[in-house]
């Protein structure tokens, strides 16, 4: 069994910073891709940020610039460092990673976490 656990949100003025933390553990062989979406209200869920094992990443385009996303393979973590928040980043942040375990691969989601920018 695999858990996924995101740490980090809060409420920020804008112009501020944030970073979130999500660590995958339990029965894992290698992760794949981890990242992270996010949900504000009456929206449909996307991708804010993605990387690979390897360190290829992606961003969803009102982010480029801002966000950061990095992570420490050794301890299956990964990190989104949020810059320059805008009320428009306001929404609840889930991270996820795709896990190959003994069966085969997986994607596994956390519960997320509140990112309210406001002032």
């Known amino acids: 069994q695999v858990q996924v656990v995101e740490s980090g949100g809060g409420l920020v003025q804008p112009g501020g910073s944030l970073r979130l933390s999500c660590a995958a553990s339990?029965?894992?062989?290698?992760?794949?891709?981890m990242g992270w979406y996010r949900q504000a209200p009456g929206k449909e869920r996307e991708l804010v940020a993605a990387i690979a094992s390897r360190g290829s990443t992606d961003y969803l385009d009102s982010v480029k610039g801002r966000f950061t996303i990095s992570r420490a393979n050794a301890v299956n973590t990964v990190y989104l460092q949020m810059n320059s928040l805008k009320p428009e980043d306001t929404a609840v942040y889930y991270c996820?990673?795709?896990?190959?375990?003994?069966?085969?691969?997986?994607?596994?989601w956390g519960k997320g976490t509140l990112v309210t920018v406001s002032s």
């Open positions: 996820y990673a795709s896990v190959r375990e003994t069966m085969g691969y997986a994607d596994y």
């Open positions: 339990g029965s894992i062989l290698s992760v794949n891709v």
